[in-house]
């Protein structure tokens, strides 16, 4: 019996085998650069009899091979040969990264890279977004509100991103610096809040997988009026957009008084005119 159960635990032992990790989500990349494709162990394999392979995690096609202790370019695919890049002296190190040179449109897509070691294999996969995608859009024209209304303050960021490769969504008030709100690891951090918008701004919860990150600020006053600042981080990257906050005045009520003294003074004139 205790032997029996030692014999499985072993077998587990070994079946558990090794992880390859990646990065945790998409590379944004600009063409024409250079990209270091990430892949490593956190244990150090055996160099003998370790493999890696890097393919194109759809059409299979081989970006970089190496195997017997060294890089096959022979069994690469053509148009790898000078853009593939694999870093032979960090392999003792666990590090099976790729660096892929003189990015194209058609590089963007998923890698796998899947290591054999000891009759294991593990693998994980690296996505190339072009960092185009990275688009953040506020509102065209400015917002007004009157003294103590609220307004939303519109950003949204560009549906190709998946909201949980989103890091970080920094809502700042630029003519101050100061930070209006936070979103950050898939919070909202409500304390971040300078003092001043404490309690008067929140996101729409609902719309946030939407990739919407529209602000409401609640009972506008006087020294909200500014220039807002969207910023959002994602895969390394970041980008923003402005919405410019416009105070219009008291209330509407006074507003209308303005309006009814003015009609009032041109009819009076009219009417004292001779007929
Ligand atoms: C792997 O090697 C590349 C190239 O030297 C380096 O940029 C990268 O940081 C390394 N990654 C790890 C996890 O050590
Ligand atoms: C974002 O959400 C707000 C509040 O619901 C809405 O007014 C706005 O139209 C949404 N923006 C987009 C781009 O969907």
């Given at each position: 019996m205790d032997i029996k159960f030692i014999v499985i635990s072993m077998f587990l032992m070994i079946a558990d085998g090794f992880t390859v990790r990646g990065p945790s989500g998409p590379l944004f990349v600009p063409l024409g650069s250079s990209v270091i494709l990430p892949c490593y162990v956190d244990e150090l394999l055996p160099m003998k009899g370790l493999e890696v392979e890097w393919r194109r995690t759809d059409s299979e096609t081989l970006v970089h091979l190496y195997q017997d202790g060294e890089s096959r370019p022979e069994a690469q695919q053509q148009e790898y040969h000078d853009r593939a890049h694999f870093f032979t002296d960090q392999i003792q190190y666990g590090n099976f990264s790729l660096r892929l040179d003189n990015l194209r449109a058609e590089d963007e897509g998923k890698y796998t890279c899947k290591v054999y070691s000891q009759q294991e294999s593990s693998e994980t996969v690296v996505q190339i977004k072009d960092v185009e995608c990275l688009r953040v859009s506020g509102s065209n024209r400015s917002v007004s509100a009157y003294d103590g209304e609220d307004v939303i303050l519109s950003c949204s960021v560009d549906s190709h991103i998946k909201p949980e490769h989103i890091e970080e969504v920094k809502w700042i008030k630029t003519d101050e610096y100061i930070l209006v709100l936070l979103y950050q690891n898939n919070e909202t951090l409500p304390d971040s809040s300078n003092e001043q918008y404490r309690d008067r701004v929140e996101f729409f919860t609902d719309e946030i997988?939407?990739?919407?990150?529209?602000?409401?600020l609640k009972s506008v006053r006087t020294e909200d009026k500014g220039v807002y600042m969207c910023?959002?981080?994602?895969?390394?990257?970041?980008?923003?957009?402005?919405?410019?906050?416009?105070?219009?005045?008291?209330?509407?009520?006074?507003?209308?008084?303005?309006?009814?003294?003015?009609?009032?003074?041109?009819?009076?004139?009219?009417?004292?005119?001779?007929?």
């Open positions: 997988p939407k990739g919407n990150f529209s602000l409401r910023q959002v981080f994602a895969g390394g990257l970041s980008a923003n957009a402005m919405v410019v906050l416009e105070r219009l005045g008291f209330s509407l009520l006074h507003i209308n008084c303005v309006g009814f003294l003015f009609c009032f003074w041109i009819w009076s004139c009219t009417s004292a005119l001779p007929v």
